[in-house]
């Protein structure tokens, strides 16, 4: 009697299970439709889980003799019932809200782990067919593949990429040094500021040649000028400026001297006095970088000429934004300058020229001298920028040298005897080199 019980039982267990149809529609089933096709299907490489599982009602619905797919929800929200939804704050990639997951993917599966209908260059040039047509391509577009800076489907960032430049751009390239001075641009736009990501007309991927990219934010600063720096004609802006970060003012490649020394000799292989303009400055505070209305791009009237008709305050503006004016002004002066006789003021008479009256005893002014007869704007091997060598024309003519002394100094120089200057004023007997204290 039990044994009869038993059968009857798993009897009516295999009934059940012959009239409960099953919810999940297993392969079998749909093959008898699409035998053809999924005998094709599932030779694919990678096969989506779901229909390598045989479960097709993850995603269909039951749907008899219609021709319909009959899924089971309707674009995007059908896959996000498995694969996570984009955030509220994110920015869905268009293709997904216009077309749906289906443009790019394969519900079944394909030879792309991703289940891609194609590989992935080709698949986003397919709608952005014009990122790529410059004739410099960035190779992080043409090896890497644009899902290496961009997300697919959804991104809080703008252009859908993974982070923002610059952060972006330094998974790559190297992050400006912490201790220097980063381009504004960048901080403020980014690289694609300058730079196209996917490919250029220029070189570096510039979106145009660099001096005009440069005088998009940075006016021309030649425009009507006289004298232009060759640097700036016949080179570009980043011989001298870094365009990303630097950690010398304006960018700098490197601190002023050094740089402007890469071109010009600032002083000479013996030169140990310095200017104290150069010395304590930069050369920019008294040559403009890029063009001036002045010869050697000076920022200020500085008269070089030898021997000029007479004197102002005009002619040498550059010397007196740092010098005071009095220094050649007062013929009799005890303060302004230490190069004086007693509180004969020399420089005055050196550049103002001196006052002497003629054979009818009119007192006129002596040949009057510019400031650049004695001195190196920039140095020289003696004190106070003395110059030691004379050029006349290119030609060397004479020497200059001064000897300092413990009230004052001597000059032995090709335009006039040795003198001696005293400040207090005591007649002395000259001396010679031998005898000088230094």
């Known amino acids: 009697m039990e044994r009869i019980n038993t059968l009857l039982f798993f009897a009516a267990l295999t009934t059940l299970v012959i009239m409960v149809p099953s919810s999940v529609m297993a392969q079998p089933d749909c093959a008898e439709c699409h035998d053809e096709w999924f005998e094709s299907a599932k030779g694919r490489e990678n096969l989506h889980p779901p229909f390598e599982e045989d479960d097709c009602s993850s995603c269909h619905e039951d749907h ?12 995007p929200a059908l896959c996000y019932q498995c694969h996570d939804e984009p955030s ?14 289906l443009a790019c993917h394969d519900p079944h599966g394909t030879a792309d782990h991703k289940f891609l209908i194609e590989p992935v260059a080709d698949l986003c040039v397919g709608c952005h067919d014009d990122v790529m047509s410059g004739p410099v391509q960035h190779e992080a577009a043409v090896a890497g593949g644009c899902t290496d800076c961009h997300s697919p489907h959804a991104s809080v960032n703008a252009k859908l990429l993974h982070t923002p430049s ?7 390239h190297d992050e400006p040094a912490q201790e220097g001075k980063v381009h504004s641009i960048i901080e403020e736009d980014g690289c694609g500021a300058c730079h196209d990501p996917h490919s250029a007309p220029e070189k570096k991927l510039l979106s145009t040649p660099a001096a005009e990219l440069c005088q998009e934010c940075h006016d021309s600063m030649v425009d009507g000028e006289k004298v232009v720096h060759e640097a700036v004609s016949e080179g570009s802006c980043t011989d001298c400026h870094s ?8 960018l700098l490649l490197a601190d002023q001297r050094s740089l402007c020394g890469e071109c010009h000799e600032i002083l000479g292989a013996l030169d140990k006095q310095m200017h104290t303009a150069l010395s304590d400055g930069e050369c920019t505070d008294c040559h403009l970088p890029h063009a ?6 000076l920022m200020a009237a500085y008269n070089n000429e030898r021997f000029p008709d007479g004197f102002s305050e005009e002619m040498y503006e550059l010397c ?8 050649i002004t007062d013929e009799v002066d005890v303060e302004a300058t230490n190069f004086r006789d007693g509180s004969r003021n020399l420089h005055s008479l050196h550049v103002q020229g001196a006052l002497v009256p003629n054979k009818y005893g009119i007192v006129k002014r002596g040949k009057a001298r510019s400031c650049s007869v004695c001195h190196n704007p920039h140095g020289s091997s003696q004190p106070a920028s003395l110059i030691r060598e004379y050029n006349c024309q290119g030609v060397f003519c004479f020497t200059m040298t001064y000897y300092p002394l413990e009230d004052g100094g001597k000059c032995m120089v090709g335009c006039h005897k040795p003198r001696s200057y005293r400040r207090s004023g005591d007649t002395v007997a000259d001396q010679t080199p031998e005898t000088i204290k230094n």
């Open 64 to 75: 008899g003799d219609s021709e319909k797919l009959m899924l089971a929800e309707e674009g």
């Open 88 to 101: 509220g704050d994110s920015k869905v990639h268009s293709i997904i809200e216009d077309d749906g997951c």
């Open 166 to 172: 610059p952060a972006l751009c330094a998974d790559c």
């Open 243 to 250: 365009p990303h970060e630097s950690e010398a003012g304006s």
């Open 292 to 297: 001036a209305g002045r010869p050697k791009l």
């Open 320 to 327: 007196f934004q740092c010098h005071d004016a009095s220094l």
